[in-house]
């Protein structure tokens, strides 16, 4: 790399450094639902998308596939990447979220670029809740519509959004279920602004699939709408399905479109055979509605016991449960201090969430047992009172 190229690197890394939001990765030897290893150390895992303990699910799925003796296309899904296992996939799914179609995609990342991409054209407006994922984000940015924002969940704020737009063509785009704050989305407005205003609402549910509703359908059941309600809706298979890859479910001529034109979709290795398969049994394992039942009870406890510890919670009725500390040192010295009592609770700080707003994101999952929960929550209130603001 020549020097001109090599201080502009450098000089980002520095400032990254600097402003302690330096990111570093933990190669762990083991990473279960309920506990984690690195270096010959074993900690509670507060920290994983893996909200039914079904990541562990995969080793006997796969097992069995390994046994059929499944291929892989090898190749997009326009040429030799689709299969029967595909197919399954997509019918199983379309079926368990209520919509006719639903159209596999490698990952969250991939189908939301895919999505905003293709639906949105440079002479649309696209209109996001202040709070959404960094991926609708970055799909709105590759349709080069005009993008506006309203605040988190403020749906005055989005009627003047929707009435002051200067495009025919507008969409609305918000996470279901945030995914730093845990907060619910006003459902039953946004779905009734958005037929008045005539605009499409694309509705990221990568927090509730499989969690919400009580086989894991999703939003849409949790709050009892019908699917011409949430006429674009996306779910991923990484963090209830404990895999990896996702799906965007909606109608017939939605997901022809998407085969035609969405170019993350066409231009881009399918996921493997062997997976897909898996992925299909890991799924007949969540419609059983039990491992919702425990993550539940799990939530209902967590929030019974934080009663009059003192925490700077946001409050939260999910499974993501996050404690608002504050700057950057704060929540790096107290995910230091819970590591170093056998706790995995990784610290978030910006440009993932506001300025101002680092804080420590908890995750509770089914595989956590009410021992875990007290345990944690004792850690929390030590460290708080040694790092907090008040200390
Ligand atoms: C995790 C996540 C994604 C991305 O999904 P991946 O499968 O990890 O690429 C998209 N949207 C939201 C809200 C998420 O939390």
Redesign the pocket.
Known sequence: MNTLWQARLNHALQQQKQHLRWRSRIPFEQQGSRYLQYEQQTYLNFSSNDYLGLSSYYHTALDKTRQRGYGNGVSSPLITGHSRAHEALEQQLAQHTGYPRALLFS???CA?LALLGTLATRHDTIIHDDNN?A?LLDGGILSRARHIRYRHRDMGHLQERLTDRSTEHALVVS?SLF?MDGDLAPMTELVNLCEQQQALLII?D??GFGVLGERGQGIRAHCQLKAEHIPVYMG?L??AVGG?G?FVAGSDTLIDYLIQFARPYIYSTSLPTVWVEATVQALHRLQQGDLQQRLQANISYFITQLHNTGLPMIASQTAIQPVLVGTNQCALDMSLWLRNHGIWLTAIRPPTVAEHQARLRITLNAAHQQEDIDTLINALQQAWSLYGQHA
Request: aromatic share 6%; net charge negative; proline share 0%.
């Open positions: 990952s969250g990342y939301n994922h991926s996470d995914s990221d990568a927090h991923t990484s963090k990896v996702a």
